[in-house]
Structure formats: structure tokens, C-alpha cells
């Protein structure tokens, strides 16, 4: 049975309807949008980490000099230029939001925006001190986005062994207890890493794990780590002597990164990480309680096609359940930021005129007020897919402050609402909210009813 | 469907709307857990404590913190011959003397070493030795081991995440600095596009009643343009007058690497204004079974630094006040401010771990045994001795 629906495809597996984007016409143009050319990359770039990093470097320098040459001018000047590279960095974090954002408006494949938000999201990270707190877009640009529609196995390893990740859960930290620093250092294992990485990443909250996997993989992970002027590095010293043996597979030393490469595609292909994945993956697209016929089918082809991404996606999109004409799931707030403004072509120059106070009054700060803070989910297991987390009446008046204010502010000029009801909703758009676009006393309510109207809230 | 815009107006959705509002409908409070209030408040930043409450007795202070230190003869207020209060707190000194606040001296969360403020403020919202594997926060925690706990028993007010009241149980989440603004017709209209849809429909309700209590709040007092702290603080205390027992929100603002005299100028002036807010707010009887706790995720460098400032430090300074408490006293042991007393021969050092005393307030206001805070709200925790913060 098929029941493809571009309108659908654009509202629950994209940003929403656009008037200047054409929706999908088939499943496979959302597949081939997967593995095609990355337009949106080109068009809207963000710094990978690898050259992220050079700005790490110089601060760097600036806190030796700093150190080193206490009360000269050279350490004044330091502290200026590291003021400086901050101050550069924060704009550019700003900037590549916006970038992120645009490409979310203007995308004609949209499955594929929302595939990195999904994966960003699954394998949470950021920076937490300094010019590192700007590393996220970096990190998500370079360890996600290549490696949304390729084996789970090679996104697994490359998101757990990203500098990133590895400075967020502490496993620059770790030390093997019997390796060469630790014996010096009397420091010792930090687990956090490895928890996430059986709980969260693959076999999930309720996976077949014991504490001693978890410590076991601590002591295989050792070794991995980071310097800002050589990116990843694997650091002997800190690897924990003698073999480890996690789920009843025993890892030997080789000196490398070769038993944790080992262990995670072991991971990357556990059943029950097929079984984690495919109820993640149809909560998050389709419902919160999704059907279990979806469940299973993408369980079995990701055991079948041994973590094979395309293939998975291929059975949600295939799928009668995946396209229930019923809206579901609430858009959470950064979707629902972006898909308001897809739906009003908010055009590149004018999102791109802001400074950072305006950038900040536009769109950081609501987001916040909504519930969902620029890149800062609460954990490392990220947002909260439930619908309840976000139909708060904080959050609902978060939504209604921006969706009356917000598209004026950014456009200066609206489109007409009761126009606008038809752009946005489709074949959605009921005489109520035809009704009520009508009725608005001025176009920005008019809009912002039609923003806040259930058919645009879910998806 | 036929709808025209004149009977529209004429019909009086909001007028429904509010009585039909689920948050707010009586049947739901059949039970309440207790008649005691907790407000928890945490000061984001790292709140210098021996600015706020200065050992000025101890003659090191001042070789220490030359700018930074003075005591009684500098403005500062003397409390018991040893400490002074920062000369801004003076609002709070008839609090203190009617022995309704006090402190709690060198205290830390098990975080040590790093001082980064995301991972101190993580921690101590989570309330754990370690984050590895934490979900919850141990307000959260708490709430789980109390009877007859619904969604307005707890409240986090303002718009920074609160960590430590995220979990299982339901919590509500109001910032009291949100307008809606909208004109009454889009108010109407908003209630009429939400109807389809029951969830939305009743989160848009509770805005509605919610931003309009704020609205009320606000013509009645003729204060122009009051501080987002000070509007939180009534928002909390107006909650806990009526169902809730409990409210957490943030105070920022104590990062104080340089030019600190007016960085805490400021930032101890929000403080004080939203003591005295909850206390005013609270009303007599309430207040008294009412006790505050304010907590940070580290205190500052012992030293100051040389931008007249301090930086991230270990040991730090529990605030409480209320009611209930045993005020006019600073508790906990002092470790002094010699070379060999400071933690790595530069912050204040711990004395004890901040979250023995929390528990114990749990303990002294919700009855809350022992067993189940060592091991369920504080996991691993040993509370030691009863601290008799409470009177």
C-alpha cells in the first residue's frame, strides 16, 4: 500500500509547506535528497571542527603569553586578542545558526535537515568552557551531517570519538588506573562515555549491559582524547594495560584505536541496538506512540541490511503507518521557529541583517523562553521527544510571543493572512483558522493565529 | 461551518475558557503534601561567599582580598564580632536580627578541580557524586518521596532551565516576564484556532490565566518597571500562597572576575530585593513555615585577583532564610584562611558537603526519612550529624 503525500512528506518528514519550495513528488526524491549533492552545505556553510580547532590553538597562545609574561605589554596585548578571537567566535556561532536555520527554510529536501537534527540530537555534544562552547555546529557539520545516510556503524564511531564528544562526557579525563599516567597521577577511569555509549547511543536504557560492561568499556575507551593543534590523538599513556571484555567479547590490546573501533561496530550492529533505534526513529517522525508494525519492520531491516541507514529510512518512508493523515507529534520549538519561517520565505539577507543583539532578541531568546535553548539540551540524551514536554503554558506563550511578533519583525512586510492560512496548512487549513485569519485585527495576529493553529503546531 | 466575526466577538470564550481550565479547577487539590514551603534559588556564576559574608575577624582577610575585604569600618555590616555583611545587604539586616536568616559557611558540592560552571551548576542541580548516567535533578528527586504531589506543587519559575526539578514527577514552569500582549479579540480568536486540539487548547488556557494573574499583579502595584527578579519572586511567592509548596528558579550574575565591588553591588541587591519580596509576598503566617535555600555552584579564589576581581573557586557559602529556620547565626565550621587551611593553597576549603544540609532541611520539613535521601535523593550521600538548621 502506498500513500505518499508530498504535502505530508514536506510537513512530517520536513520544515513544513514552503510557497517557494516544490515538495518531494515520490519517497525516492526524499532518498536521493539523502545521498545527492549537499547544496545547502554549499550554499549555507558552517566551519567543520578540524578548522574550528585553530582558533583553540591561538587562545591558547594568548593564555601562555598571558602566563609566562605576567604585567608586559605582550601579555596585555594577549589578553586583548583572545577578547578578540571570543568575540569573533561568538559571532560566528551566531552566523552559523543562522546558516543552520536557512538551510532548514530553504532546503527542496527537507528529509534530509531533519535526518541531522535527529542524529545531532541522539549523539548530544558541546563545548563547555571558553571558545569551545561555539564547537557544536562545528562538531554536528563535520561528525554527523557526512554520515546521516551510511552505515550507523561509521556515524557511531564518528560522533563517540569526535573531540567534542569526548570533552562533553569527560573521556579526556580518563585514565586507566594501571597506565602509565594514572599510576603517576593517581587518577583514574571516568565512565561517562562509556554509559552513554551502551544506554544512549546504541543498546539503550534497557539493553542487555551490567556495570561491568560499563567499566570494562571505560577501560577500553582510554586512550582517546585531544589536542586543539593536532585534532584527535590516541594517548598510550592513558590506556589501561591488558585486555577488556564487554558483552562477552574480549577486545585485546593492539597499541591503537583498533579494540575501540572493534567494540563499537560490535555495538553499532547489536540487536538490541536495532531494537533502540527503530522505536526512537518512529517516535521521533511519526507519533509517541507509534505503530508497532513500523517498529518492528525498521527493527528487522536494520538487523537485515546490518545498520545500513538508507535502508531504514527507505521502510519508514514506505510505510502505510508513516503517512497517517492525522497530524502527531508537536513540533518542538526550533522546528517550529524554522517551518514559520519557511513558510514565509524568509529570505537569506533579511535573517542575515542582524547584528548578535538582534539575532539574540529574534531568536535565541524565544527559543529559551519556549523551552528549547540554542544547543543546550539538558544531557547527553538530548530533547525530550514526548509532546507533553513542550505543550507547556510556558512554553505555549513562548510560542504565541513569537509567532505575533517575530515574522513582522524579521520581514517588515507580511504577506496577507488569509492568503498565508492556504500557504501554510495546505489542505490542512480548516474554516476555523480560514476564520480566524480573517477576523485578526492586524496582519501579524492574523499570522501568528495561523502559526499557532494545531495543523501548523504538529506534524 | 458559519461563523461571522460580530457574534464571534459577542460570545464570551474567555469567560469559559478560564473556569474550564484543568490546572486550575478545585477538584485537583483534594490533598496537599504538608503545609511547609522550600524555595530553592541558585545563584549561577559561582557566588563569592567571603564577599558576601566577610571573615573581616580574621586579620588574613584583608592581606588576601586588599580591595575587596572591608569590614565594619568600610560600610560593611558587623554581625557577631567576626563576620560582617556586604555593606548593599543592609535591607536584609532586620531579617537577620529577627534571627530569620542565616548562613551556612564553606560548603561545596563533591565537584572539585575543574571549575567550569556548567559542569559545578550540572552537579549540584543533579545532586550526585558524578553525572555519569544522571537524568533527574534532586528537587525532582524529593518530590518523588512526598505524598499527594500534583503539577502545581512545584513550580520553576523564571526561563533558565532548572535542572534540579526535572524528573519523573510533573512540575509546573512559569516566567513571570512573559506578555502575551495580544489584543482581547486575538486572545479570543487564539482560544478558538487552539479548540481542535485538547492539549494545546489547555496549556493556551493556563497562559492565559497564568500571564494575566502577572498582569493583575502589576496594575496593582504602581511600581514602574520592576527588575525581572523581583517579578519572579512575587510570581513564586503568589504560587506558594495558594497550592504550591515549592519553587526553584535562578539567580545570575556572581561571575565576578573583575570590577567585582559593582558586579556584587548589583547582584547582592537582586538578592536582598528577592528575600524581602518572598518575605512581603509570602505574608506573615506563610513566611514562618517558609525556609529558603540558596546555593552555588562553587565560592570564589580566597585571593583576589588583579582586576579587583576573584575567580573560580571551592568552598562556598550557603544562604537560608524564612521562618523556620535558626537565623542570626552563620553555621558550619571554619576553616580558616592560613596557607596550609586553603583547598590547593587557593580557595576556601570545604567543611562539609552542602548537600548533607539540604537533607536535612528535607528531613526537618517534609519528614522525609534518612534511608531515602542517602539513597534515592542524594544517592551516596552521608548526612552525618543533624546540622539543627531548622528551628
Redesign the interface.
Same mark, same amino acid.
Not at chain 1, 391 to 398: D, E, W, Y
Not at chain 2, 130 to 135: F, H, L
Not at chain 2, 172 to 175: E, K, L, V
Given at each position: 500500500m502506498r500513500v505518499f503525500d508530498p504535502e505530508l512528506a514536506e510537513i512530517r518528514f520536513g520544515f513544513g509547506l514552503a510557497p517557494a519550495v516544490q515538495p518531494p513528488a515520490r519517497v525516492d526524491d526524499m532518498l536521493n535528497g539523502l545521498t545527492g549533492l549537499d547544496d545547502m552545505a554549499t550554499r549555507f556553510p558552517v566551519e567543520t571542527f578540524d578548522t574550528f580547532r585553530a582558533r583553540m590553538v591561538e587562545i591558547a597562545e594568548t593564555a601562555r603569553i598571558r602566563r609566562t609574561m605576567r604585567g608586559t605589554p605582550q601579555a596585555e596585548a594577549a589578553k586583548k586578542r583572545r577578547n578578540q578571537l571570543n568575540a569573533i567566535a561568538r559571532k560566528d556561532g551566531l552566523r552559523w545558526a543562522g546558516h543552520m536555520l536557512l538551510r532548514q527554510i530553504w532546503t527542496p529536501t527537507a528529509f534530509r535537515e531533519r535526518l541531522v537534527g535527529f542524529w545531532a540530537d541522539h549523539f548530544t555534544a558541546h563545548g563547555?568552557?571558553g571558545v569551545s562552547r561555539r564547537a557544536t555546529s562545528p562538531y554536528i557539520e563535520e561528525a554527523i551531517r557526512p554520515n546521516i545516510a551510511g552505515n550507523f556503524a561509521d556515524l557511531l564511531q564518528a560522533a563517540v570519538m569526535h573531540p567534542v564528544m569526548l570533552f562533553y562526557l569527560?573521556q579526556t579525563q580518563s585514565m586507566g588506573p594501571g597506565s602509565v599516567r594514572g599510576k603517576k597521577r593517581k587518577n583514574g577511569l571516568?565512565?561517562?562515555l562509556a554509559?552513554?555509549v551502551l544506554?544512549l547511543h546504541t543498546l539503550g536504557v534497557h539493553g542487555p549491559y551490567t556495570q561491568n560492561d560499563v567499566q570494562q568499556l571505560a577501560e577500553l575507551l582510554t586512550g582517546l582524547s585531544f589536542r586543539p593543534d593536532l585534532g584527535f590523538v590516541f594517548r598510550k599513556d592513558f590506556v589501561e594495560p591488558g585486555s577488556e571484555t564487554i558483552l562477552g567479547q574480549t577486545y585485546q590490546d593492539a597499541g591503537d584505536t583498533t579494540p575501540i573501533r572493534a567494540v563499537l561496530r560490535n555495538l553499532a550492529r547489536h540487536p538490541a541496538t536495532a531494537r533502540h533505534l527503530a522505536q526512537k526513529l518512529a517516535v521521533h517522525f511519526v507519533s509517541d506512540t507509534p505503530d508497532a508494525d513500523l517498529v518492528k519492520q525498521l527493527e528487522a531491516t536494520f538487523n537485515d541490511a546490518g545498520g545500513n541507514l538508507l535502508a531504514l529510512y527507505e521502510v519508514l518512508l514506505n510505510h502505510p503507518a508513516a503517512w497517517q493523515p492525522t497530524l502527531q507529534n508537536?513540533k518542538p520549538p526550533l522546528d517550529f521557529m524554522a517551518s514559520a519561517m519557511r513558510s514565509l520565505a524568509v529570505p537569506e539577507e533579511k535573517l542575515m541583517r542582524f547584528g548578535e543583539r538582534k539575532m539574540r532578541r529574534v531568536i535565541s531568546r524565544p527559543l529559551?523562553?519556549m523551552?528549547q535553548?540554542w544547543q543546550?539540551p539538558?544531557?547527553p540524551?538530548g530533547w525530550p521527544e514526548d509532546?507533553?514536554h513542550w505543550?507547556?503554558?510556558?512554553?505555549?506563550?513562548?510560542r504565541?510571543?513569537w509567532a505575533?511578533n517575530a515574522p513582522e519583525f524579521i520581514l517588515r512586510v507580511l504577506p496577507d493572512p488569509r492568503e498565508f492560512v492556504a500557504t501554510s496548512l495546505g489542505r490542512r487549513a480548516?474554516?476555523?483558522?480560514h476564520?480566524?485569519a480573517?477576523?485578526?485585527?492586524n496582519r501579524p495576529?492574523g499570522i501568528?493565529?495561523v502559526l499557532?493553529?494545531?495543523a501548523f503546531?504538529?506534524r | 461551518?458559519q461563523?461571522n466575526?460580530r457574534d464571534?466577538l459577542r460570545s464570551s470564550f474567555v469567560g469559559c475558557s478560564l473556569a474550564a481550565s484543568p490546572?486550575i479547577t478545585p477538584v485537583t487539590f483534594a490533598a496537599t503534601p504538608g503545609d511547609h514551603r522550600l524555595v530553592v534559588i541558585i545563584l549561577r556564576g559561582g557566588m563569592d561567599g567571603l564577599d558576601l559574608l566577610r571573615p573581616y575577624g580574621d586579620p588574613l582577610l584583608t592581606q588576601l582580598r586588599p580591595t575587596l575585604a572591608g569590614g565594619p569600618d568600610q560600610g560593611a555590616h558587623d554581625l557577631d564580632g567576626f563576620y560582617a555583611l556586604h555593606p548593599v545587604l543592609a535591607p536584609l539586616l532586620p531579617m537577620w536580627r529577627a534571627e530569620e536568616l542565616g548562613f551556612v559557611q564553606a560548603v561545596s558540592t563533591p565537584y572539585r578541580d575543574k571549575r =567550569?560552571h556548567?559542569?559545578g551548576q550540572?552537579l549540584l542541580e543533579a545532586g550526585t557524586e558524578?553525572? *555519569?548516567?544522571?537524568?533527574d535533578g534532586w528537587l525532582n528527586r524529593m518530590l518523588q518521596a512526598v505524598p499527594s504531589v500534583t503539577a502545581e506543587t512545584a513550580y520553576a519559575v523564571g526561563?533558565?532551565?532548572m535542572?534540579l526539578l526535572?524528573g519523573p514527577v510533573e512540575v509546573?514552569?512559569?516566567?513571570p516576564d512573559?506578555?502575551?500582549?495580544? =489584543?482581547p479579540?486575538?486572545e479570543q480568536?487564539?482560544t478558538?484556532?487552539?479548540?481542535?486540539?485538547p *492539549?494545546?487548547h489547555a496549556?493556551?488556557q493556563?497562559?492565559q490565566?497564568?500571564?494575566a494573574l502577572d498582569a493583575e499583579a502589576q496594575v496593582t502595584d504602581r511600581t514602574a518597571r520592576k527588575g525581572a527578579h523581583v517579578k519572579i519572586a512575587e510570581f513564586a511567592a503568589q504560587r506558594l500562597a495558594g497550592e504550591a509548596r515549592v519553587a526553584a528558579f535562578s539567580l545570575g550574575g556572581w561571575d565576578t572576575h573583575s570590577g567585582q565591588i559593582r558586579a556584587m553591588n548589583r547582584a547582592l541587591g537582586q538578592l536582598a530585593e528577592v528575600l524581602n519580596t518572598l518575605k512581603s509576598g509570602l505574608g506573615q503566617s506563610t513566611w514562618g513555615r517558609t525556609t529558603v535555600v540558596a546555593v552555588t555552584e562553587f565560592g570564589r579564589t580566597a585571593r583576589e585577583n588583579g582586576t579587583r576581581g576573584t575567580d573560580h573557586g571551592t568552598g562556598g557559602l550557603m544562604i537560608l532564610a524564612g521562618g523556620t529556620v535558626r537565623g542570626g547565626r552563620v553555621h558550619g565550621d571554619w576553616p580558616g584562611l592560613q596557607q596550609g587551611d586553603l583547598y590547593q593553597n587557593r580557595d576556601l576549603m570545604p567543611t562539609r558537603d552542602v548537600r548533607a544540609h539540604v537533607a536535612w532541611i528535607m528531613t526537618g520539613l517534609m519528614g522525609i526519612n534518612r534511608a531515602t535521601l542517602e539513597a534515592t535523593v542524594f544517592p551516596g550521600l552521608d548526612m552525618g550529624d543533624d546540622p539543627r538548621l531548622l528551628l
Open positions: 563547555k568552557q569527560d571516568n565512565e561517562n554509559r552513554e544506554e508537536v529559551t523562553a523551552g535553548q543546550r539538558g544531557g540524551d509532546d507533553a505543550i507547556t503554558p510556558q512554553g505555549i506563550a513562548g504565541v510571543a505575533m480548516s474554516d476555523l483558522v476564520f480566524a480573517a477576523s485578526a485585527e495576529e501568528g493565529l499557532m493553529s494545531p503546531q504538529r | 461551518m461563523l466575526r464571534f490546572l =567550569s556548567f559542569d550540572d558524578t553525572m *555519569a548516567g544522571v537524568r526561563r533558565s532551565d535542572k526535572q509546573s514552569n512559569w516566567s512573559v506578555s502575551l500582549g495580544l =489584543s479579540v486575538t480568536l487564539m478558538l484556532v487552539t479548540e481542535s486540539d *492539549a494545546l496549556a493556551w493556563e497562559a490565566v497564568l500571564a
